[in-house]
């Protein structure tokens, strides 16, 4: 953990943001104490598409036959039939 003036990180912001991203955390002062800290972001990767093989892979594991209606419609009539009882 580095601590850096407001000074310095004035000079050397691209090269503290660089520590920052290699997973350093700065801690930045104002007349020698501790105001805000500077940490890099996770991030994760983005998805990958699909391809047709998974979608193969899916398909040859689906359990049963896709319902006629859709998850809205099925909730919609699941309500409506309790709401009659």
Do not use: F, Y
């Amino acid at each position: 953990m580095g601590r850096h003036s407001i000074a310095e990180l004035k000079n050397k912001l691209s090269e503290l943001v660089q520590c920052a991203e290699n997973g350093e955390e700065i801690v930045i002062t104002r007349h020698g104490k501790a105001v805000a800290k500077l940490v890099g972001v996770e991030t994760k990767p983005a998805p990958k598409p699909m391809t047709p093989a998974d979608l193969g892979w899916l398909r040859k594991r689906r359990v049963g036959k896709m319902p006629k209606e859709d998850a809205g419609t099925l909730v919609s009539r699941m309500r409506d039939e309790d709401w009659q009882r």
